[in-house]
């Protein structure tokens, strides 16, 4: 990792602290106890909560404070992790982050009702603001779960991608939730409306730049980094980036599930260096909105951002 992001790294494991001790803090009564353990298994999930500091960032960037946007920074996390336990059920997969899935340890029901659990305790959450706040949360989180749906059933209904599909997809499954983030901490911090269509599309960009680089690290990193099965989306025939440019390049899927791991790097090496410039190109679009934004530290940790999600390892 560049030495450079000493201060960001610190900055976002902070931040990830403050909002799993604030997840740990949840208080909920729900029966039965099966599904209780359940439930708090999913908001145990650590990750490095990215999203929850995009959107501290954005609010404290327009002149709101930490504490404004603790409540919010909480239900976009819930929201990712109930989003992460319906990808776990579509793709069958066994371990997130190091761990066994909810589905791999409870089955396909008890995951999908602890995804209607955790959706219910996201609610409650927003609710815990001021009026206008809450209305504010509840819209764009809303907005982002239809998203997010509308994203994963175009990637499961069709089958004959393009680019254009591509951007469609990854803008609803990843870049939603991203913009709810920055949006949202620009609307509870207080922003102008300029201030808040830029931080809108400061995350719609980092948020597709993220996606193209979760792309490349299926190729590229390995099970024990990723904290789960790579390849994945190669024998789902997802239509991730680099997929459909090694096939515009001239490959074939069928020839490239027979390939050796480093056959299969060697012939997409063209394709994941065109898809590392069109993540970079992303990022570069996140960091020019924010120009509108006043100069402070958040605006910088914002931008350092953009460079952040593209040298990640997992």
């Known amino acids: 990792m560049n030495q450079s992001f000493g201060e960001l790294e610190k900055l976002i494991s902070t931040r990830a602290a403050l909002i799993d001790k604030e997840l740990d803090l949840l208080s909920f009564v729900i029966e039965p106890a099966e599904l209780a353990e359940v439930v708090k298994y999913a908001l145990s999930q650590r990750g490095k909560r990215l999203r929850s500091t995009i959107l501290t960032l954005s609010c404290e960037s327009v002149g709101g404070t930490l504490a404004q946007s603790l409540v919010p920074a909480l239900v976009v996390e819930m929201i990712h992790n109930t989003s992460l336990i319906l990808d776990d059920i579509i793709d069958s997969s066994e371990t997130r982050r190091g761990k066994a899935t909810i589905n791999a340890r409870w089955g396909n029901h008890m995951a999908l009702i602890a995804a209607d659990a955790m959706l219910a305790l996201t609610i409650k959450q927003a609710a815990r603001s001021d009026l206008q706040v809450t209305r504010a949360i509840i819209e764009c989180a809303s907005t982002s779960l239809l998203r997010l749906a509308e994203g994963e059933a175009m990637e499961l209904t069709n089958r004959d991608y393009g680019i254009d599909d591509?951007?469609?997809?990854?803008?609803?499954?990843?870049?939603?939730?991203?913009?709810?983030?920055?949006?949202?901490?620009?609307?509870?911090?207080?922003?102008?409306?300029?201030?808040?269509?830029?931080?809108?599309?400061?995350?719609?960009?980092?948020?597709?730049?993220?996606?193209?680089?979760?792309?490349?690290?299926?190729?590229?990193?390995?099970?024990?980094?990723?904290?789960?099965?790579?390849?994945?989306?190669?024998?789902?025939?997802?239509?991730?980036?680099?997929?459909?440019?090694?096939?515009?390049?001239?490959?074939?899927?069928e020839d490239m599930l027979k390939m050796s791991r480093e056959e299969l790097l060697k012939a997409l090496k063209p394709s994941i260096e065109e898809a590392e410039k069109l993540a970079q190109d992303k990022a570069n679009a996140a960091r020019d909105a924010l120009k509108p934004i006043r100069d402070s530290k958040y605006k910088t940790h914002l931008e350092d951002l953009c460079d952040y999600i593209l040298t990640r390892d997992k």
């Open 166 to 253: 591509y951007y469609k997809i990854a803008q609803k499954k990843t870049a939603s939730l991203f913009r709810a983030s920055s949006e949202v901490g620009a609307l509870v911090g207080g922003g102008t409306k300029k201030e808040v269509d830029a931080l809108n599309r400061y995350g719609d960009n980092i948020g597709i730049a993220f996606q193209m680089k979760d792309d490349i690290l299926d190729f590229t990193s390995d099970k024990e980094t990723l904290g789960k099965p790579i390849m994945i989306d190669l024998k789902m025939n997802r239509p991730t980036l680099v997929l459909l440019l090694a096939m515009k390049n001239g490959l074939k899927r």
